[in-house]
Nanobody, 119 residues
Framework: QVQLVESGGGLVQFGGSLRLSCAAS????????MGWYRQAPGKQRELVAT???????NYADSVKGRFTISRDNAKNTVYLQMNSLKPDDTAVYYC?????????????WGQGTQVTVSS
């Protein structure tokens, strides 16, 4: 079983910054893709950004140029640096990762961390 634990959410003013972290633990052999998704009240969960083991990144158009995803493979950790935050960025942010454990393939989600941007 793989656990993902997020941290770094909170309340920030319009134009501010936050850095989210997500650490994976368990009998992990390797992690393929790691990513961040978000879900605002009354809306579906949407992709924010993903990063492959080799460092290739993908961003939602709404966050390009403002958010940066990165990862530390040695620590099984992914980060999301969020700058120039807007009220529309308010949501619960979820971490996702997939890969292999000593037992099988996994695709796991974190419990979510709240990000609130005030206007």
């Amino acid at each position: 079983q793989v656990q993902l634990v997020e941290s770094g959410g909170g309340l920030v003013q319009f134009g501010g910054s936050l850095r989210l972290s997500c650490a994976a633990s368990g009998s992990i052999i390797h992690i393929n893709s790691m990513g961040w998704y978000r879900q605002a009240p009354g809306k579906q969960r949407e992709l924010v950004a993903t990063i492959t083991r080799g460092g290739n990144t993908n961003y939602a158009d709404s966050v390009k140029g403002r958010f940066t995803i990165s990862r530390d493979n040695a620590k099984n950790t992914v980060y999301l640096q969020m700058n120039s935050l807007k009220p529309d960025d308010t949501a619960v942010y979820y971490c996702n990762a997939d890969g292999e454990t000593v037992y099988s393939y996994f695709n796991s989600w974190g419990q979510g961390t709240q990000v609130t941007v005030s206007s």
